[in-house]
């Protein structure tokens, strides 16, 4: 039996009122639980607080272009994301995005959204926690002339056998896309025949989580990843034996990894656990050129520009630093919640999404 004072709290509560056709039910003592299973779920696109991705269809040049951020639900019993395109133009001269209502297109997905690039100017490439890759078309005055951003699913794979942890393009192949996941797979995907097809798959590039991967910058066969597994490799997808250590038998797991901008695709950034960067020329690989202190957190996001490099970490704070000596010359500590992706607007305007829900604007003198 229970004590007298549990009548209390099990009790039905005095302002309870229950639908009809659970009024007289009684298989489910727990009549909270039951109503709210009973309700059907809001399946209406919402841009969520968890602002997960963020990128940018067009150079720094230019005004034309869109900002297509990833929001994702991580709360309730459904976790979904959405995806929100916005006018590059509105959103350089506003400062803001303008709100929902300001979207110029937006997509409700069954699911997480892990990570999204631009394959081409209106073609984009979305990455899902199931394994699954989607393509989208994102204008098309030929489908729509009055509203060309239309969005169309032109192919859908699932490949993956684990959450999608990381997504590239190359520049010099506009049909040609890298991903990788939690198992430590690398798949590469041929999109010229206006689908998703599965070049090749590479099972076992990693024996723990792909935590970073970077296609080339000059040469559509070249391509880094980096582990959890604390290795960083570089590969030729030409070759027999593809994979080549670039850095191996670090001493903390590495979380990050860049191509410099210049120097012709030979130096490269990697960001480790313990918040160090790590510069590594490609021509004498195995050893670091330089080894720079950035967070005291694990480094999330390094994103190179000119000879600026902005860096996020498992934090609130963003910092960006002139190379090739590593010195801060900018610091943000505006946001109240992680910051997850950045991305430039400009050669001297740093974009940033976090779990604030906000867009912010970051000028680099």
Known sequence: MFPLNCSSIYKMPEGYEPPDDLADDTNYPNLNSRDYAKRPLNHTTQMHDAWECLSINSPDTEVEGNVVIACNKLNGREWVGSLWGFEKYDVIKNKTL????????????ESLITGM????????????????????????????????????????????????TSTSTFITNESKALTACKRGTVKIWD????????EKSFQFAHSDAITGLAASLTNDYIFLTCSLD????????????????????????????????????????????????????????????????????????????????????????VKVSKIPNHAICYENFDSQHFTRDCSWLSSTELLTVGFDGKLRFHNIE
């Open 98 to 109: 303008g709100g929902s209502n300001k979207a110029s297109f937006k997509l409700q997905c």
């Open 117 to 164: 690039e631009f394959v081409t100017k209106n073609i984009l490439l979305l990455a899902l926690n199931t394994g699954k890759m989607q393509l989208w078309s994102t204008y098309s005055e030929v489908r729509n002339a009055k509203n060309p951003y239309c969005l169309f699913l032109i192919g859908e794979r699932c490949e993956h056998m684990e959450l999608i």
């Open 191 to 198: 999109m010229g025949s206006a689908d998703l097809f599965l």
């Open 230 to 317: 604390k290795s960083c490799l570089i590969w030729d997808d030409r070759e027999i034996r593809p994979a080549l250590a670039l850095y191996e038998n670090h001493d903390v797991r590495f979380k990050d990894v860049r191509w410099s901008p210049e120097n012709n695709d030979c130096i490269t950034y990697a960001g480790d656990e313990c918040g160090y960067i790590l510069t590594i020329d490609k021509r004498s690989p195995k050893k670091y050129l330089d080894k720079s202190k950035y967070f005291d957190r694990p480094i999330r996001k390094i994103r190179p520009h000119h000879d600026n490099l902005a860096v996020i970490a498992d934090t609130n704070i």
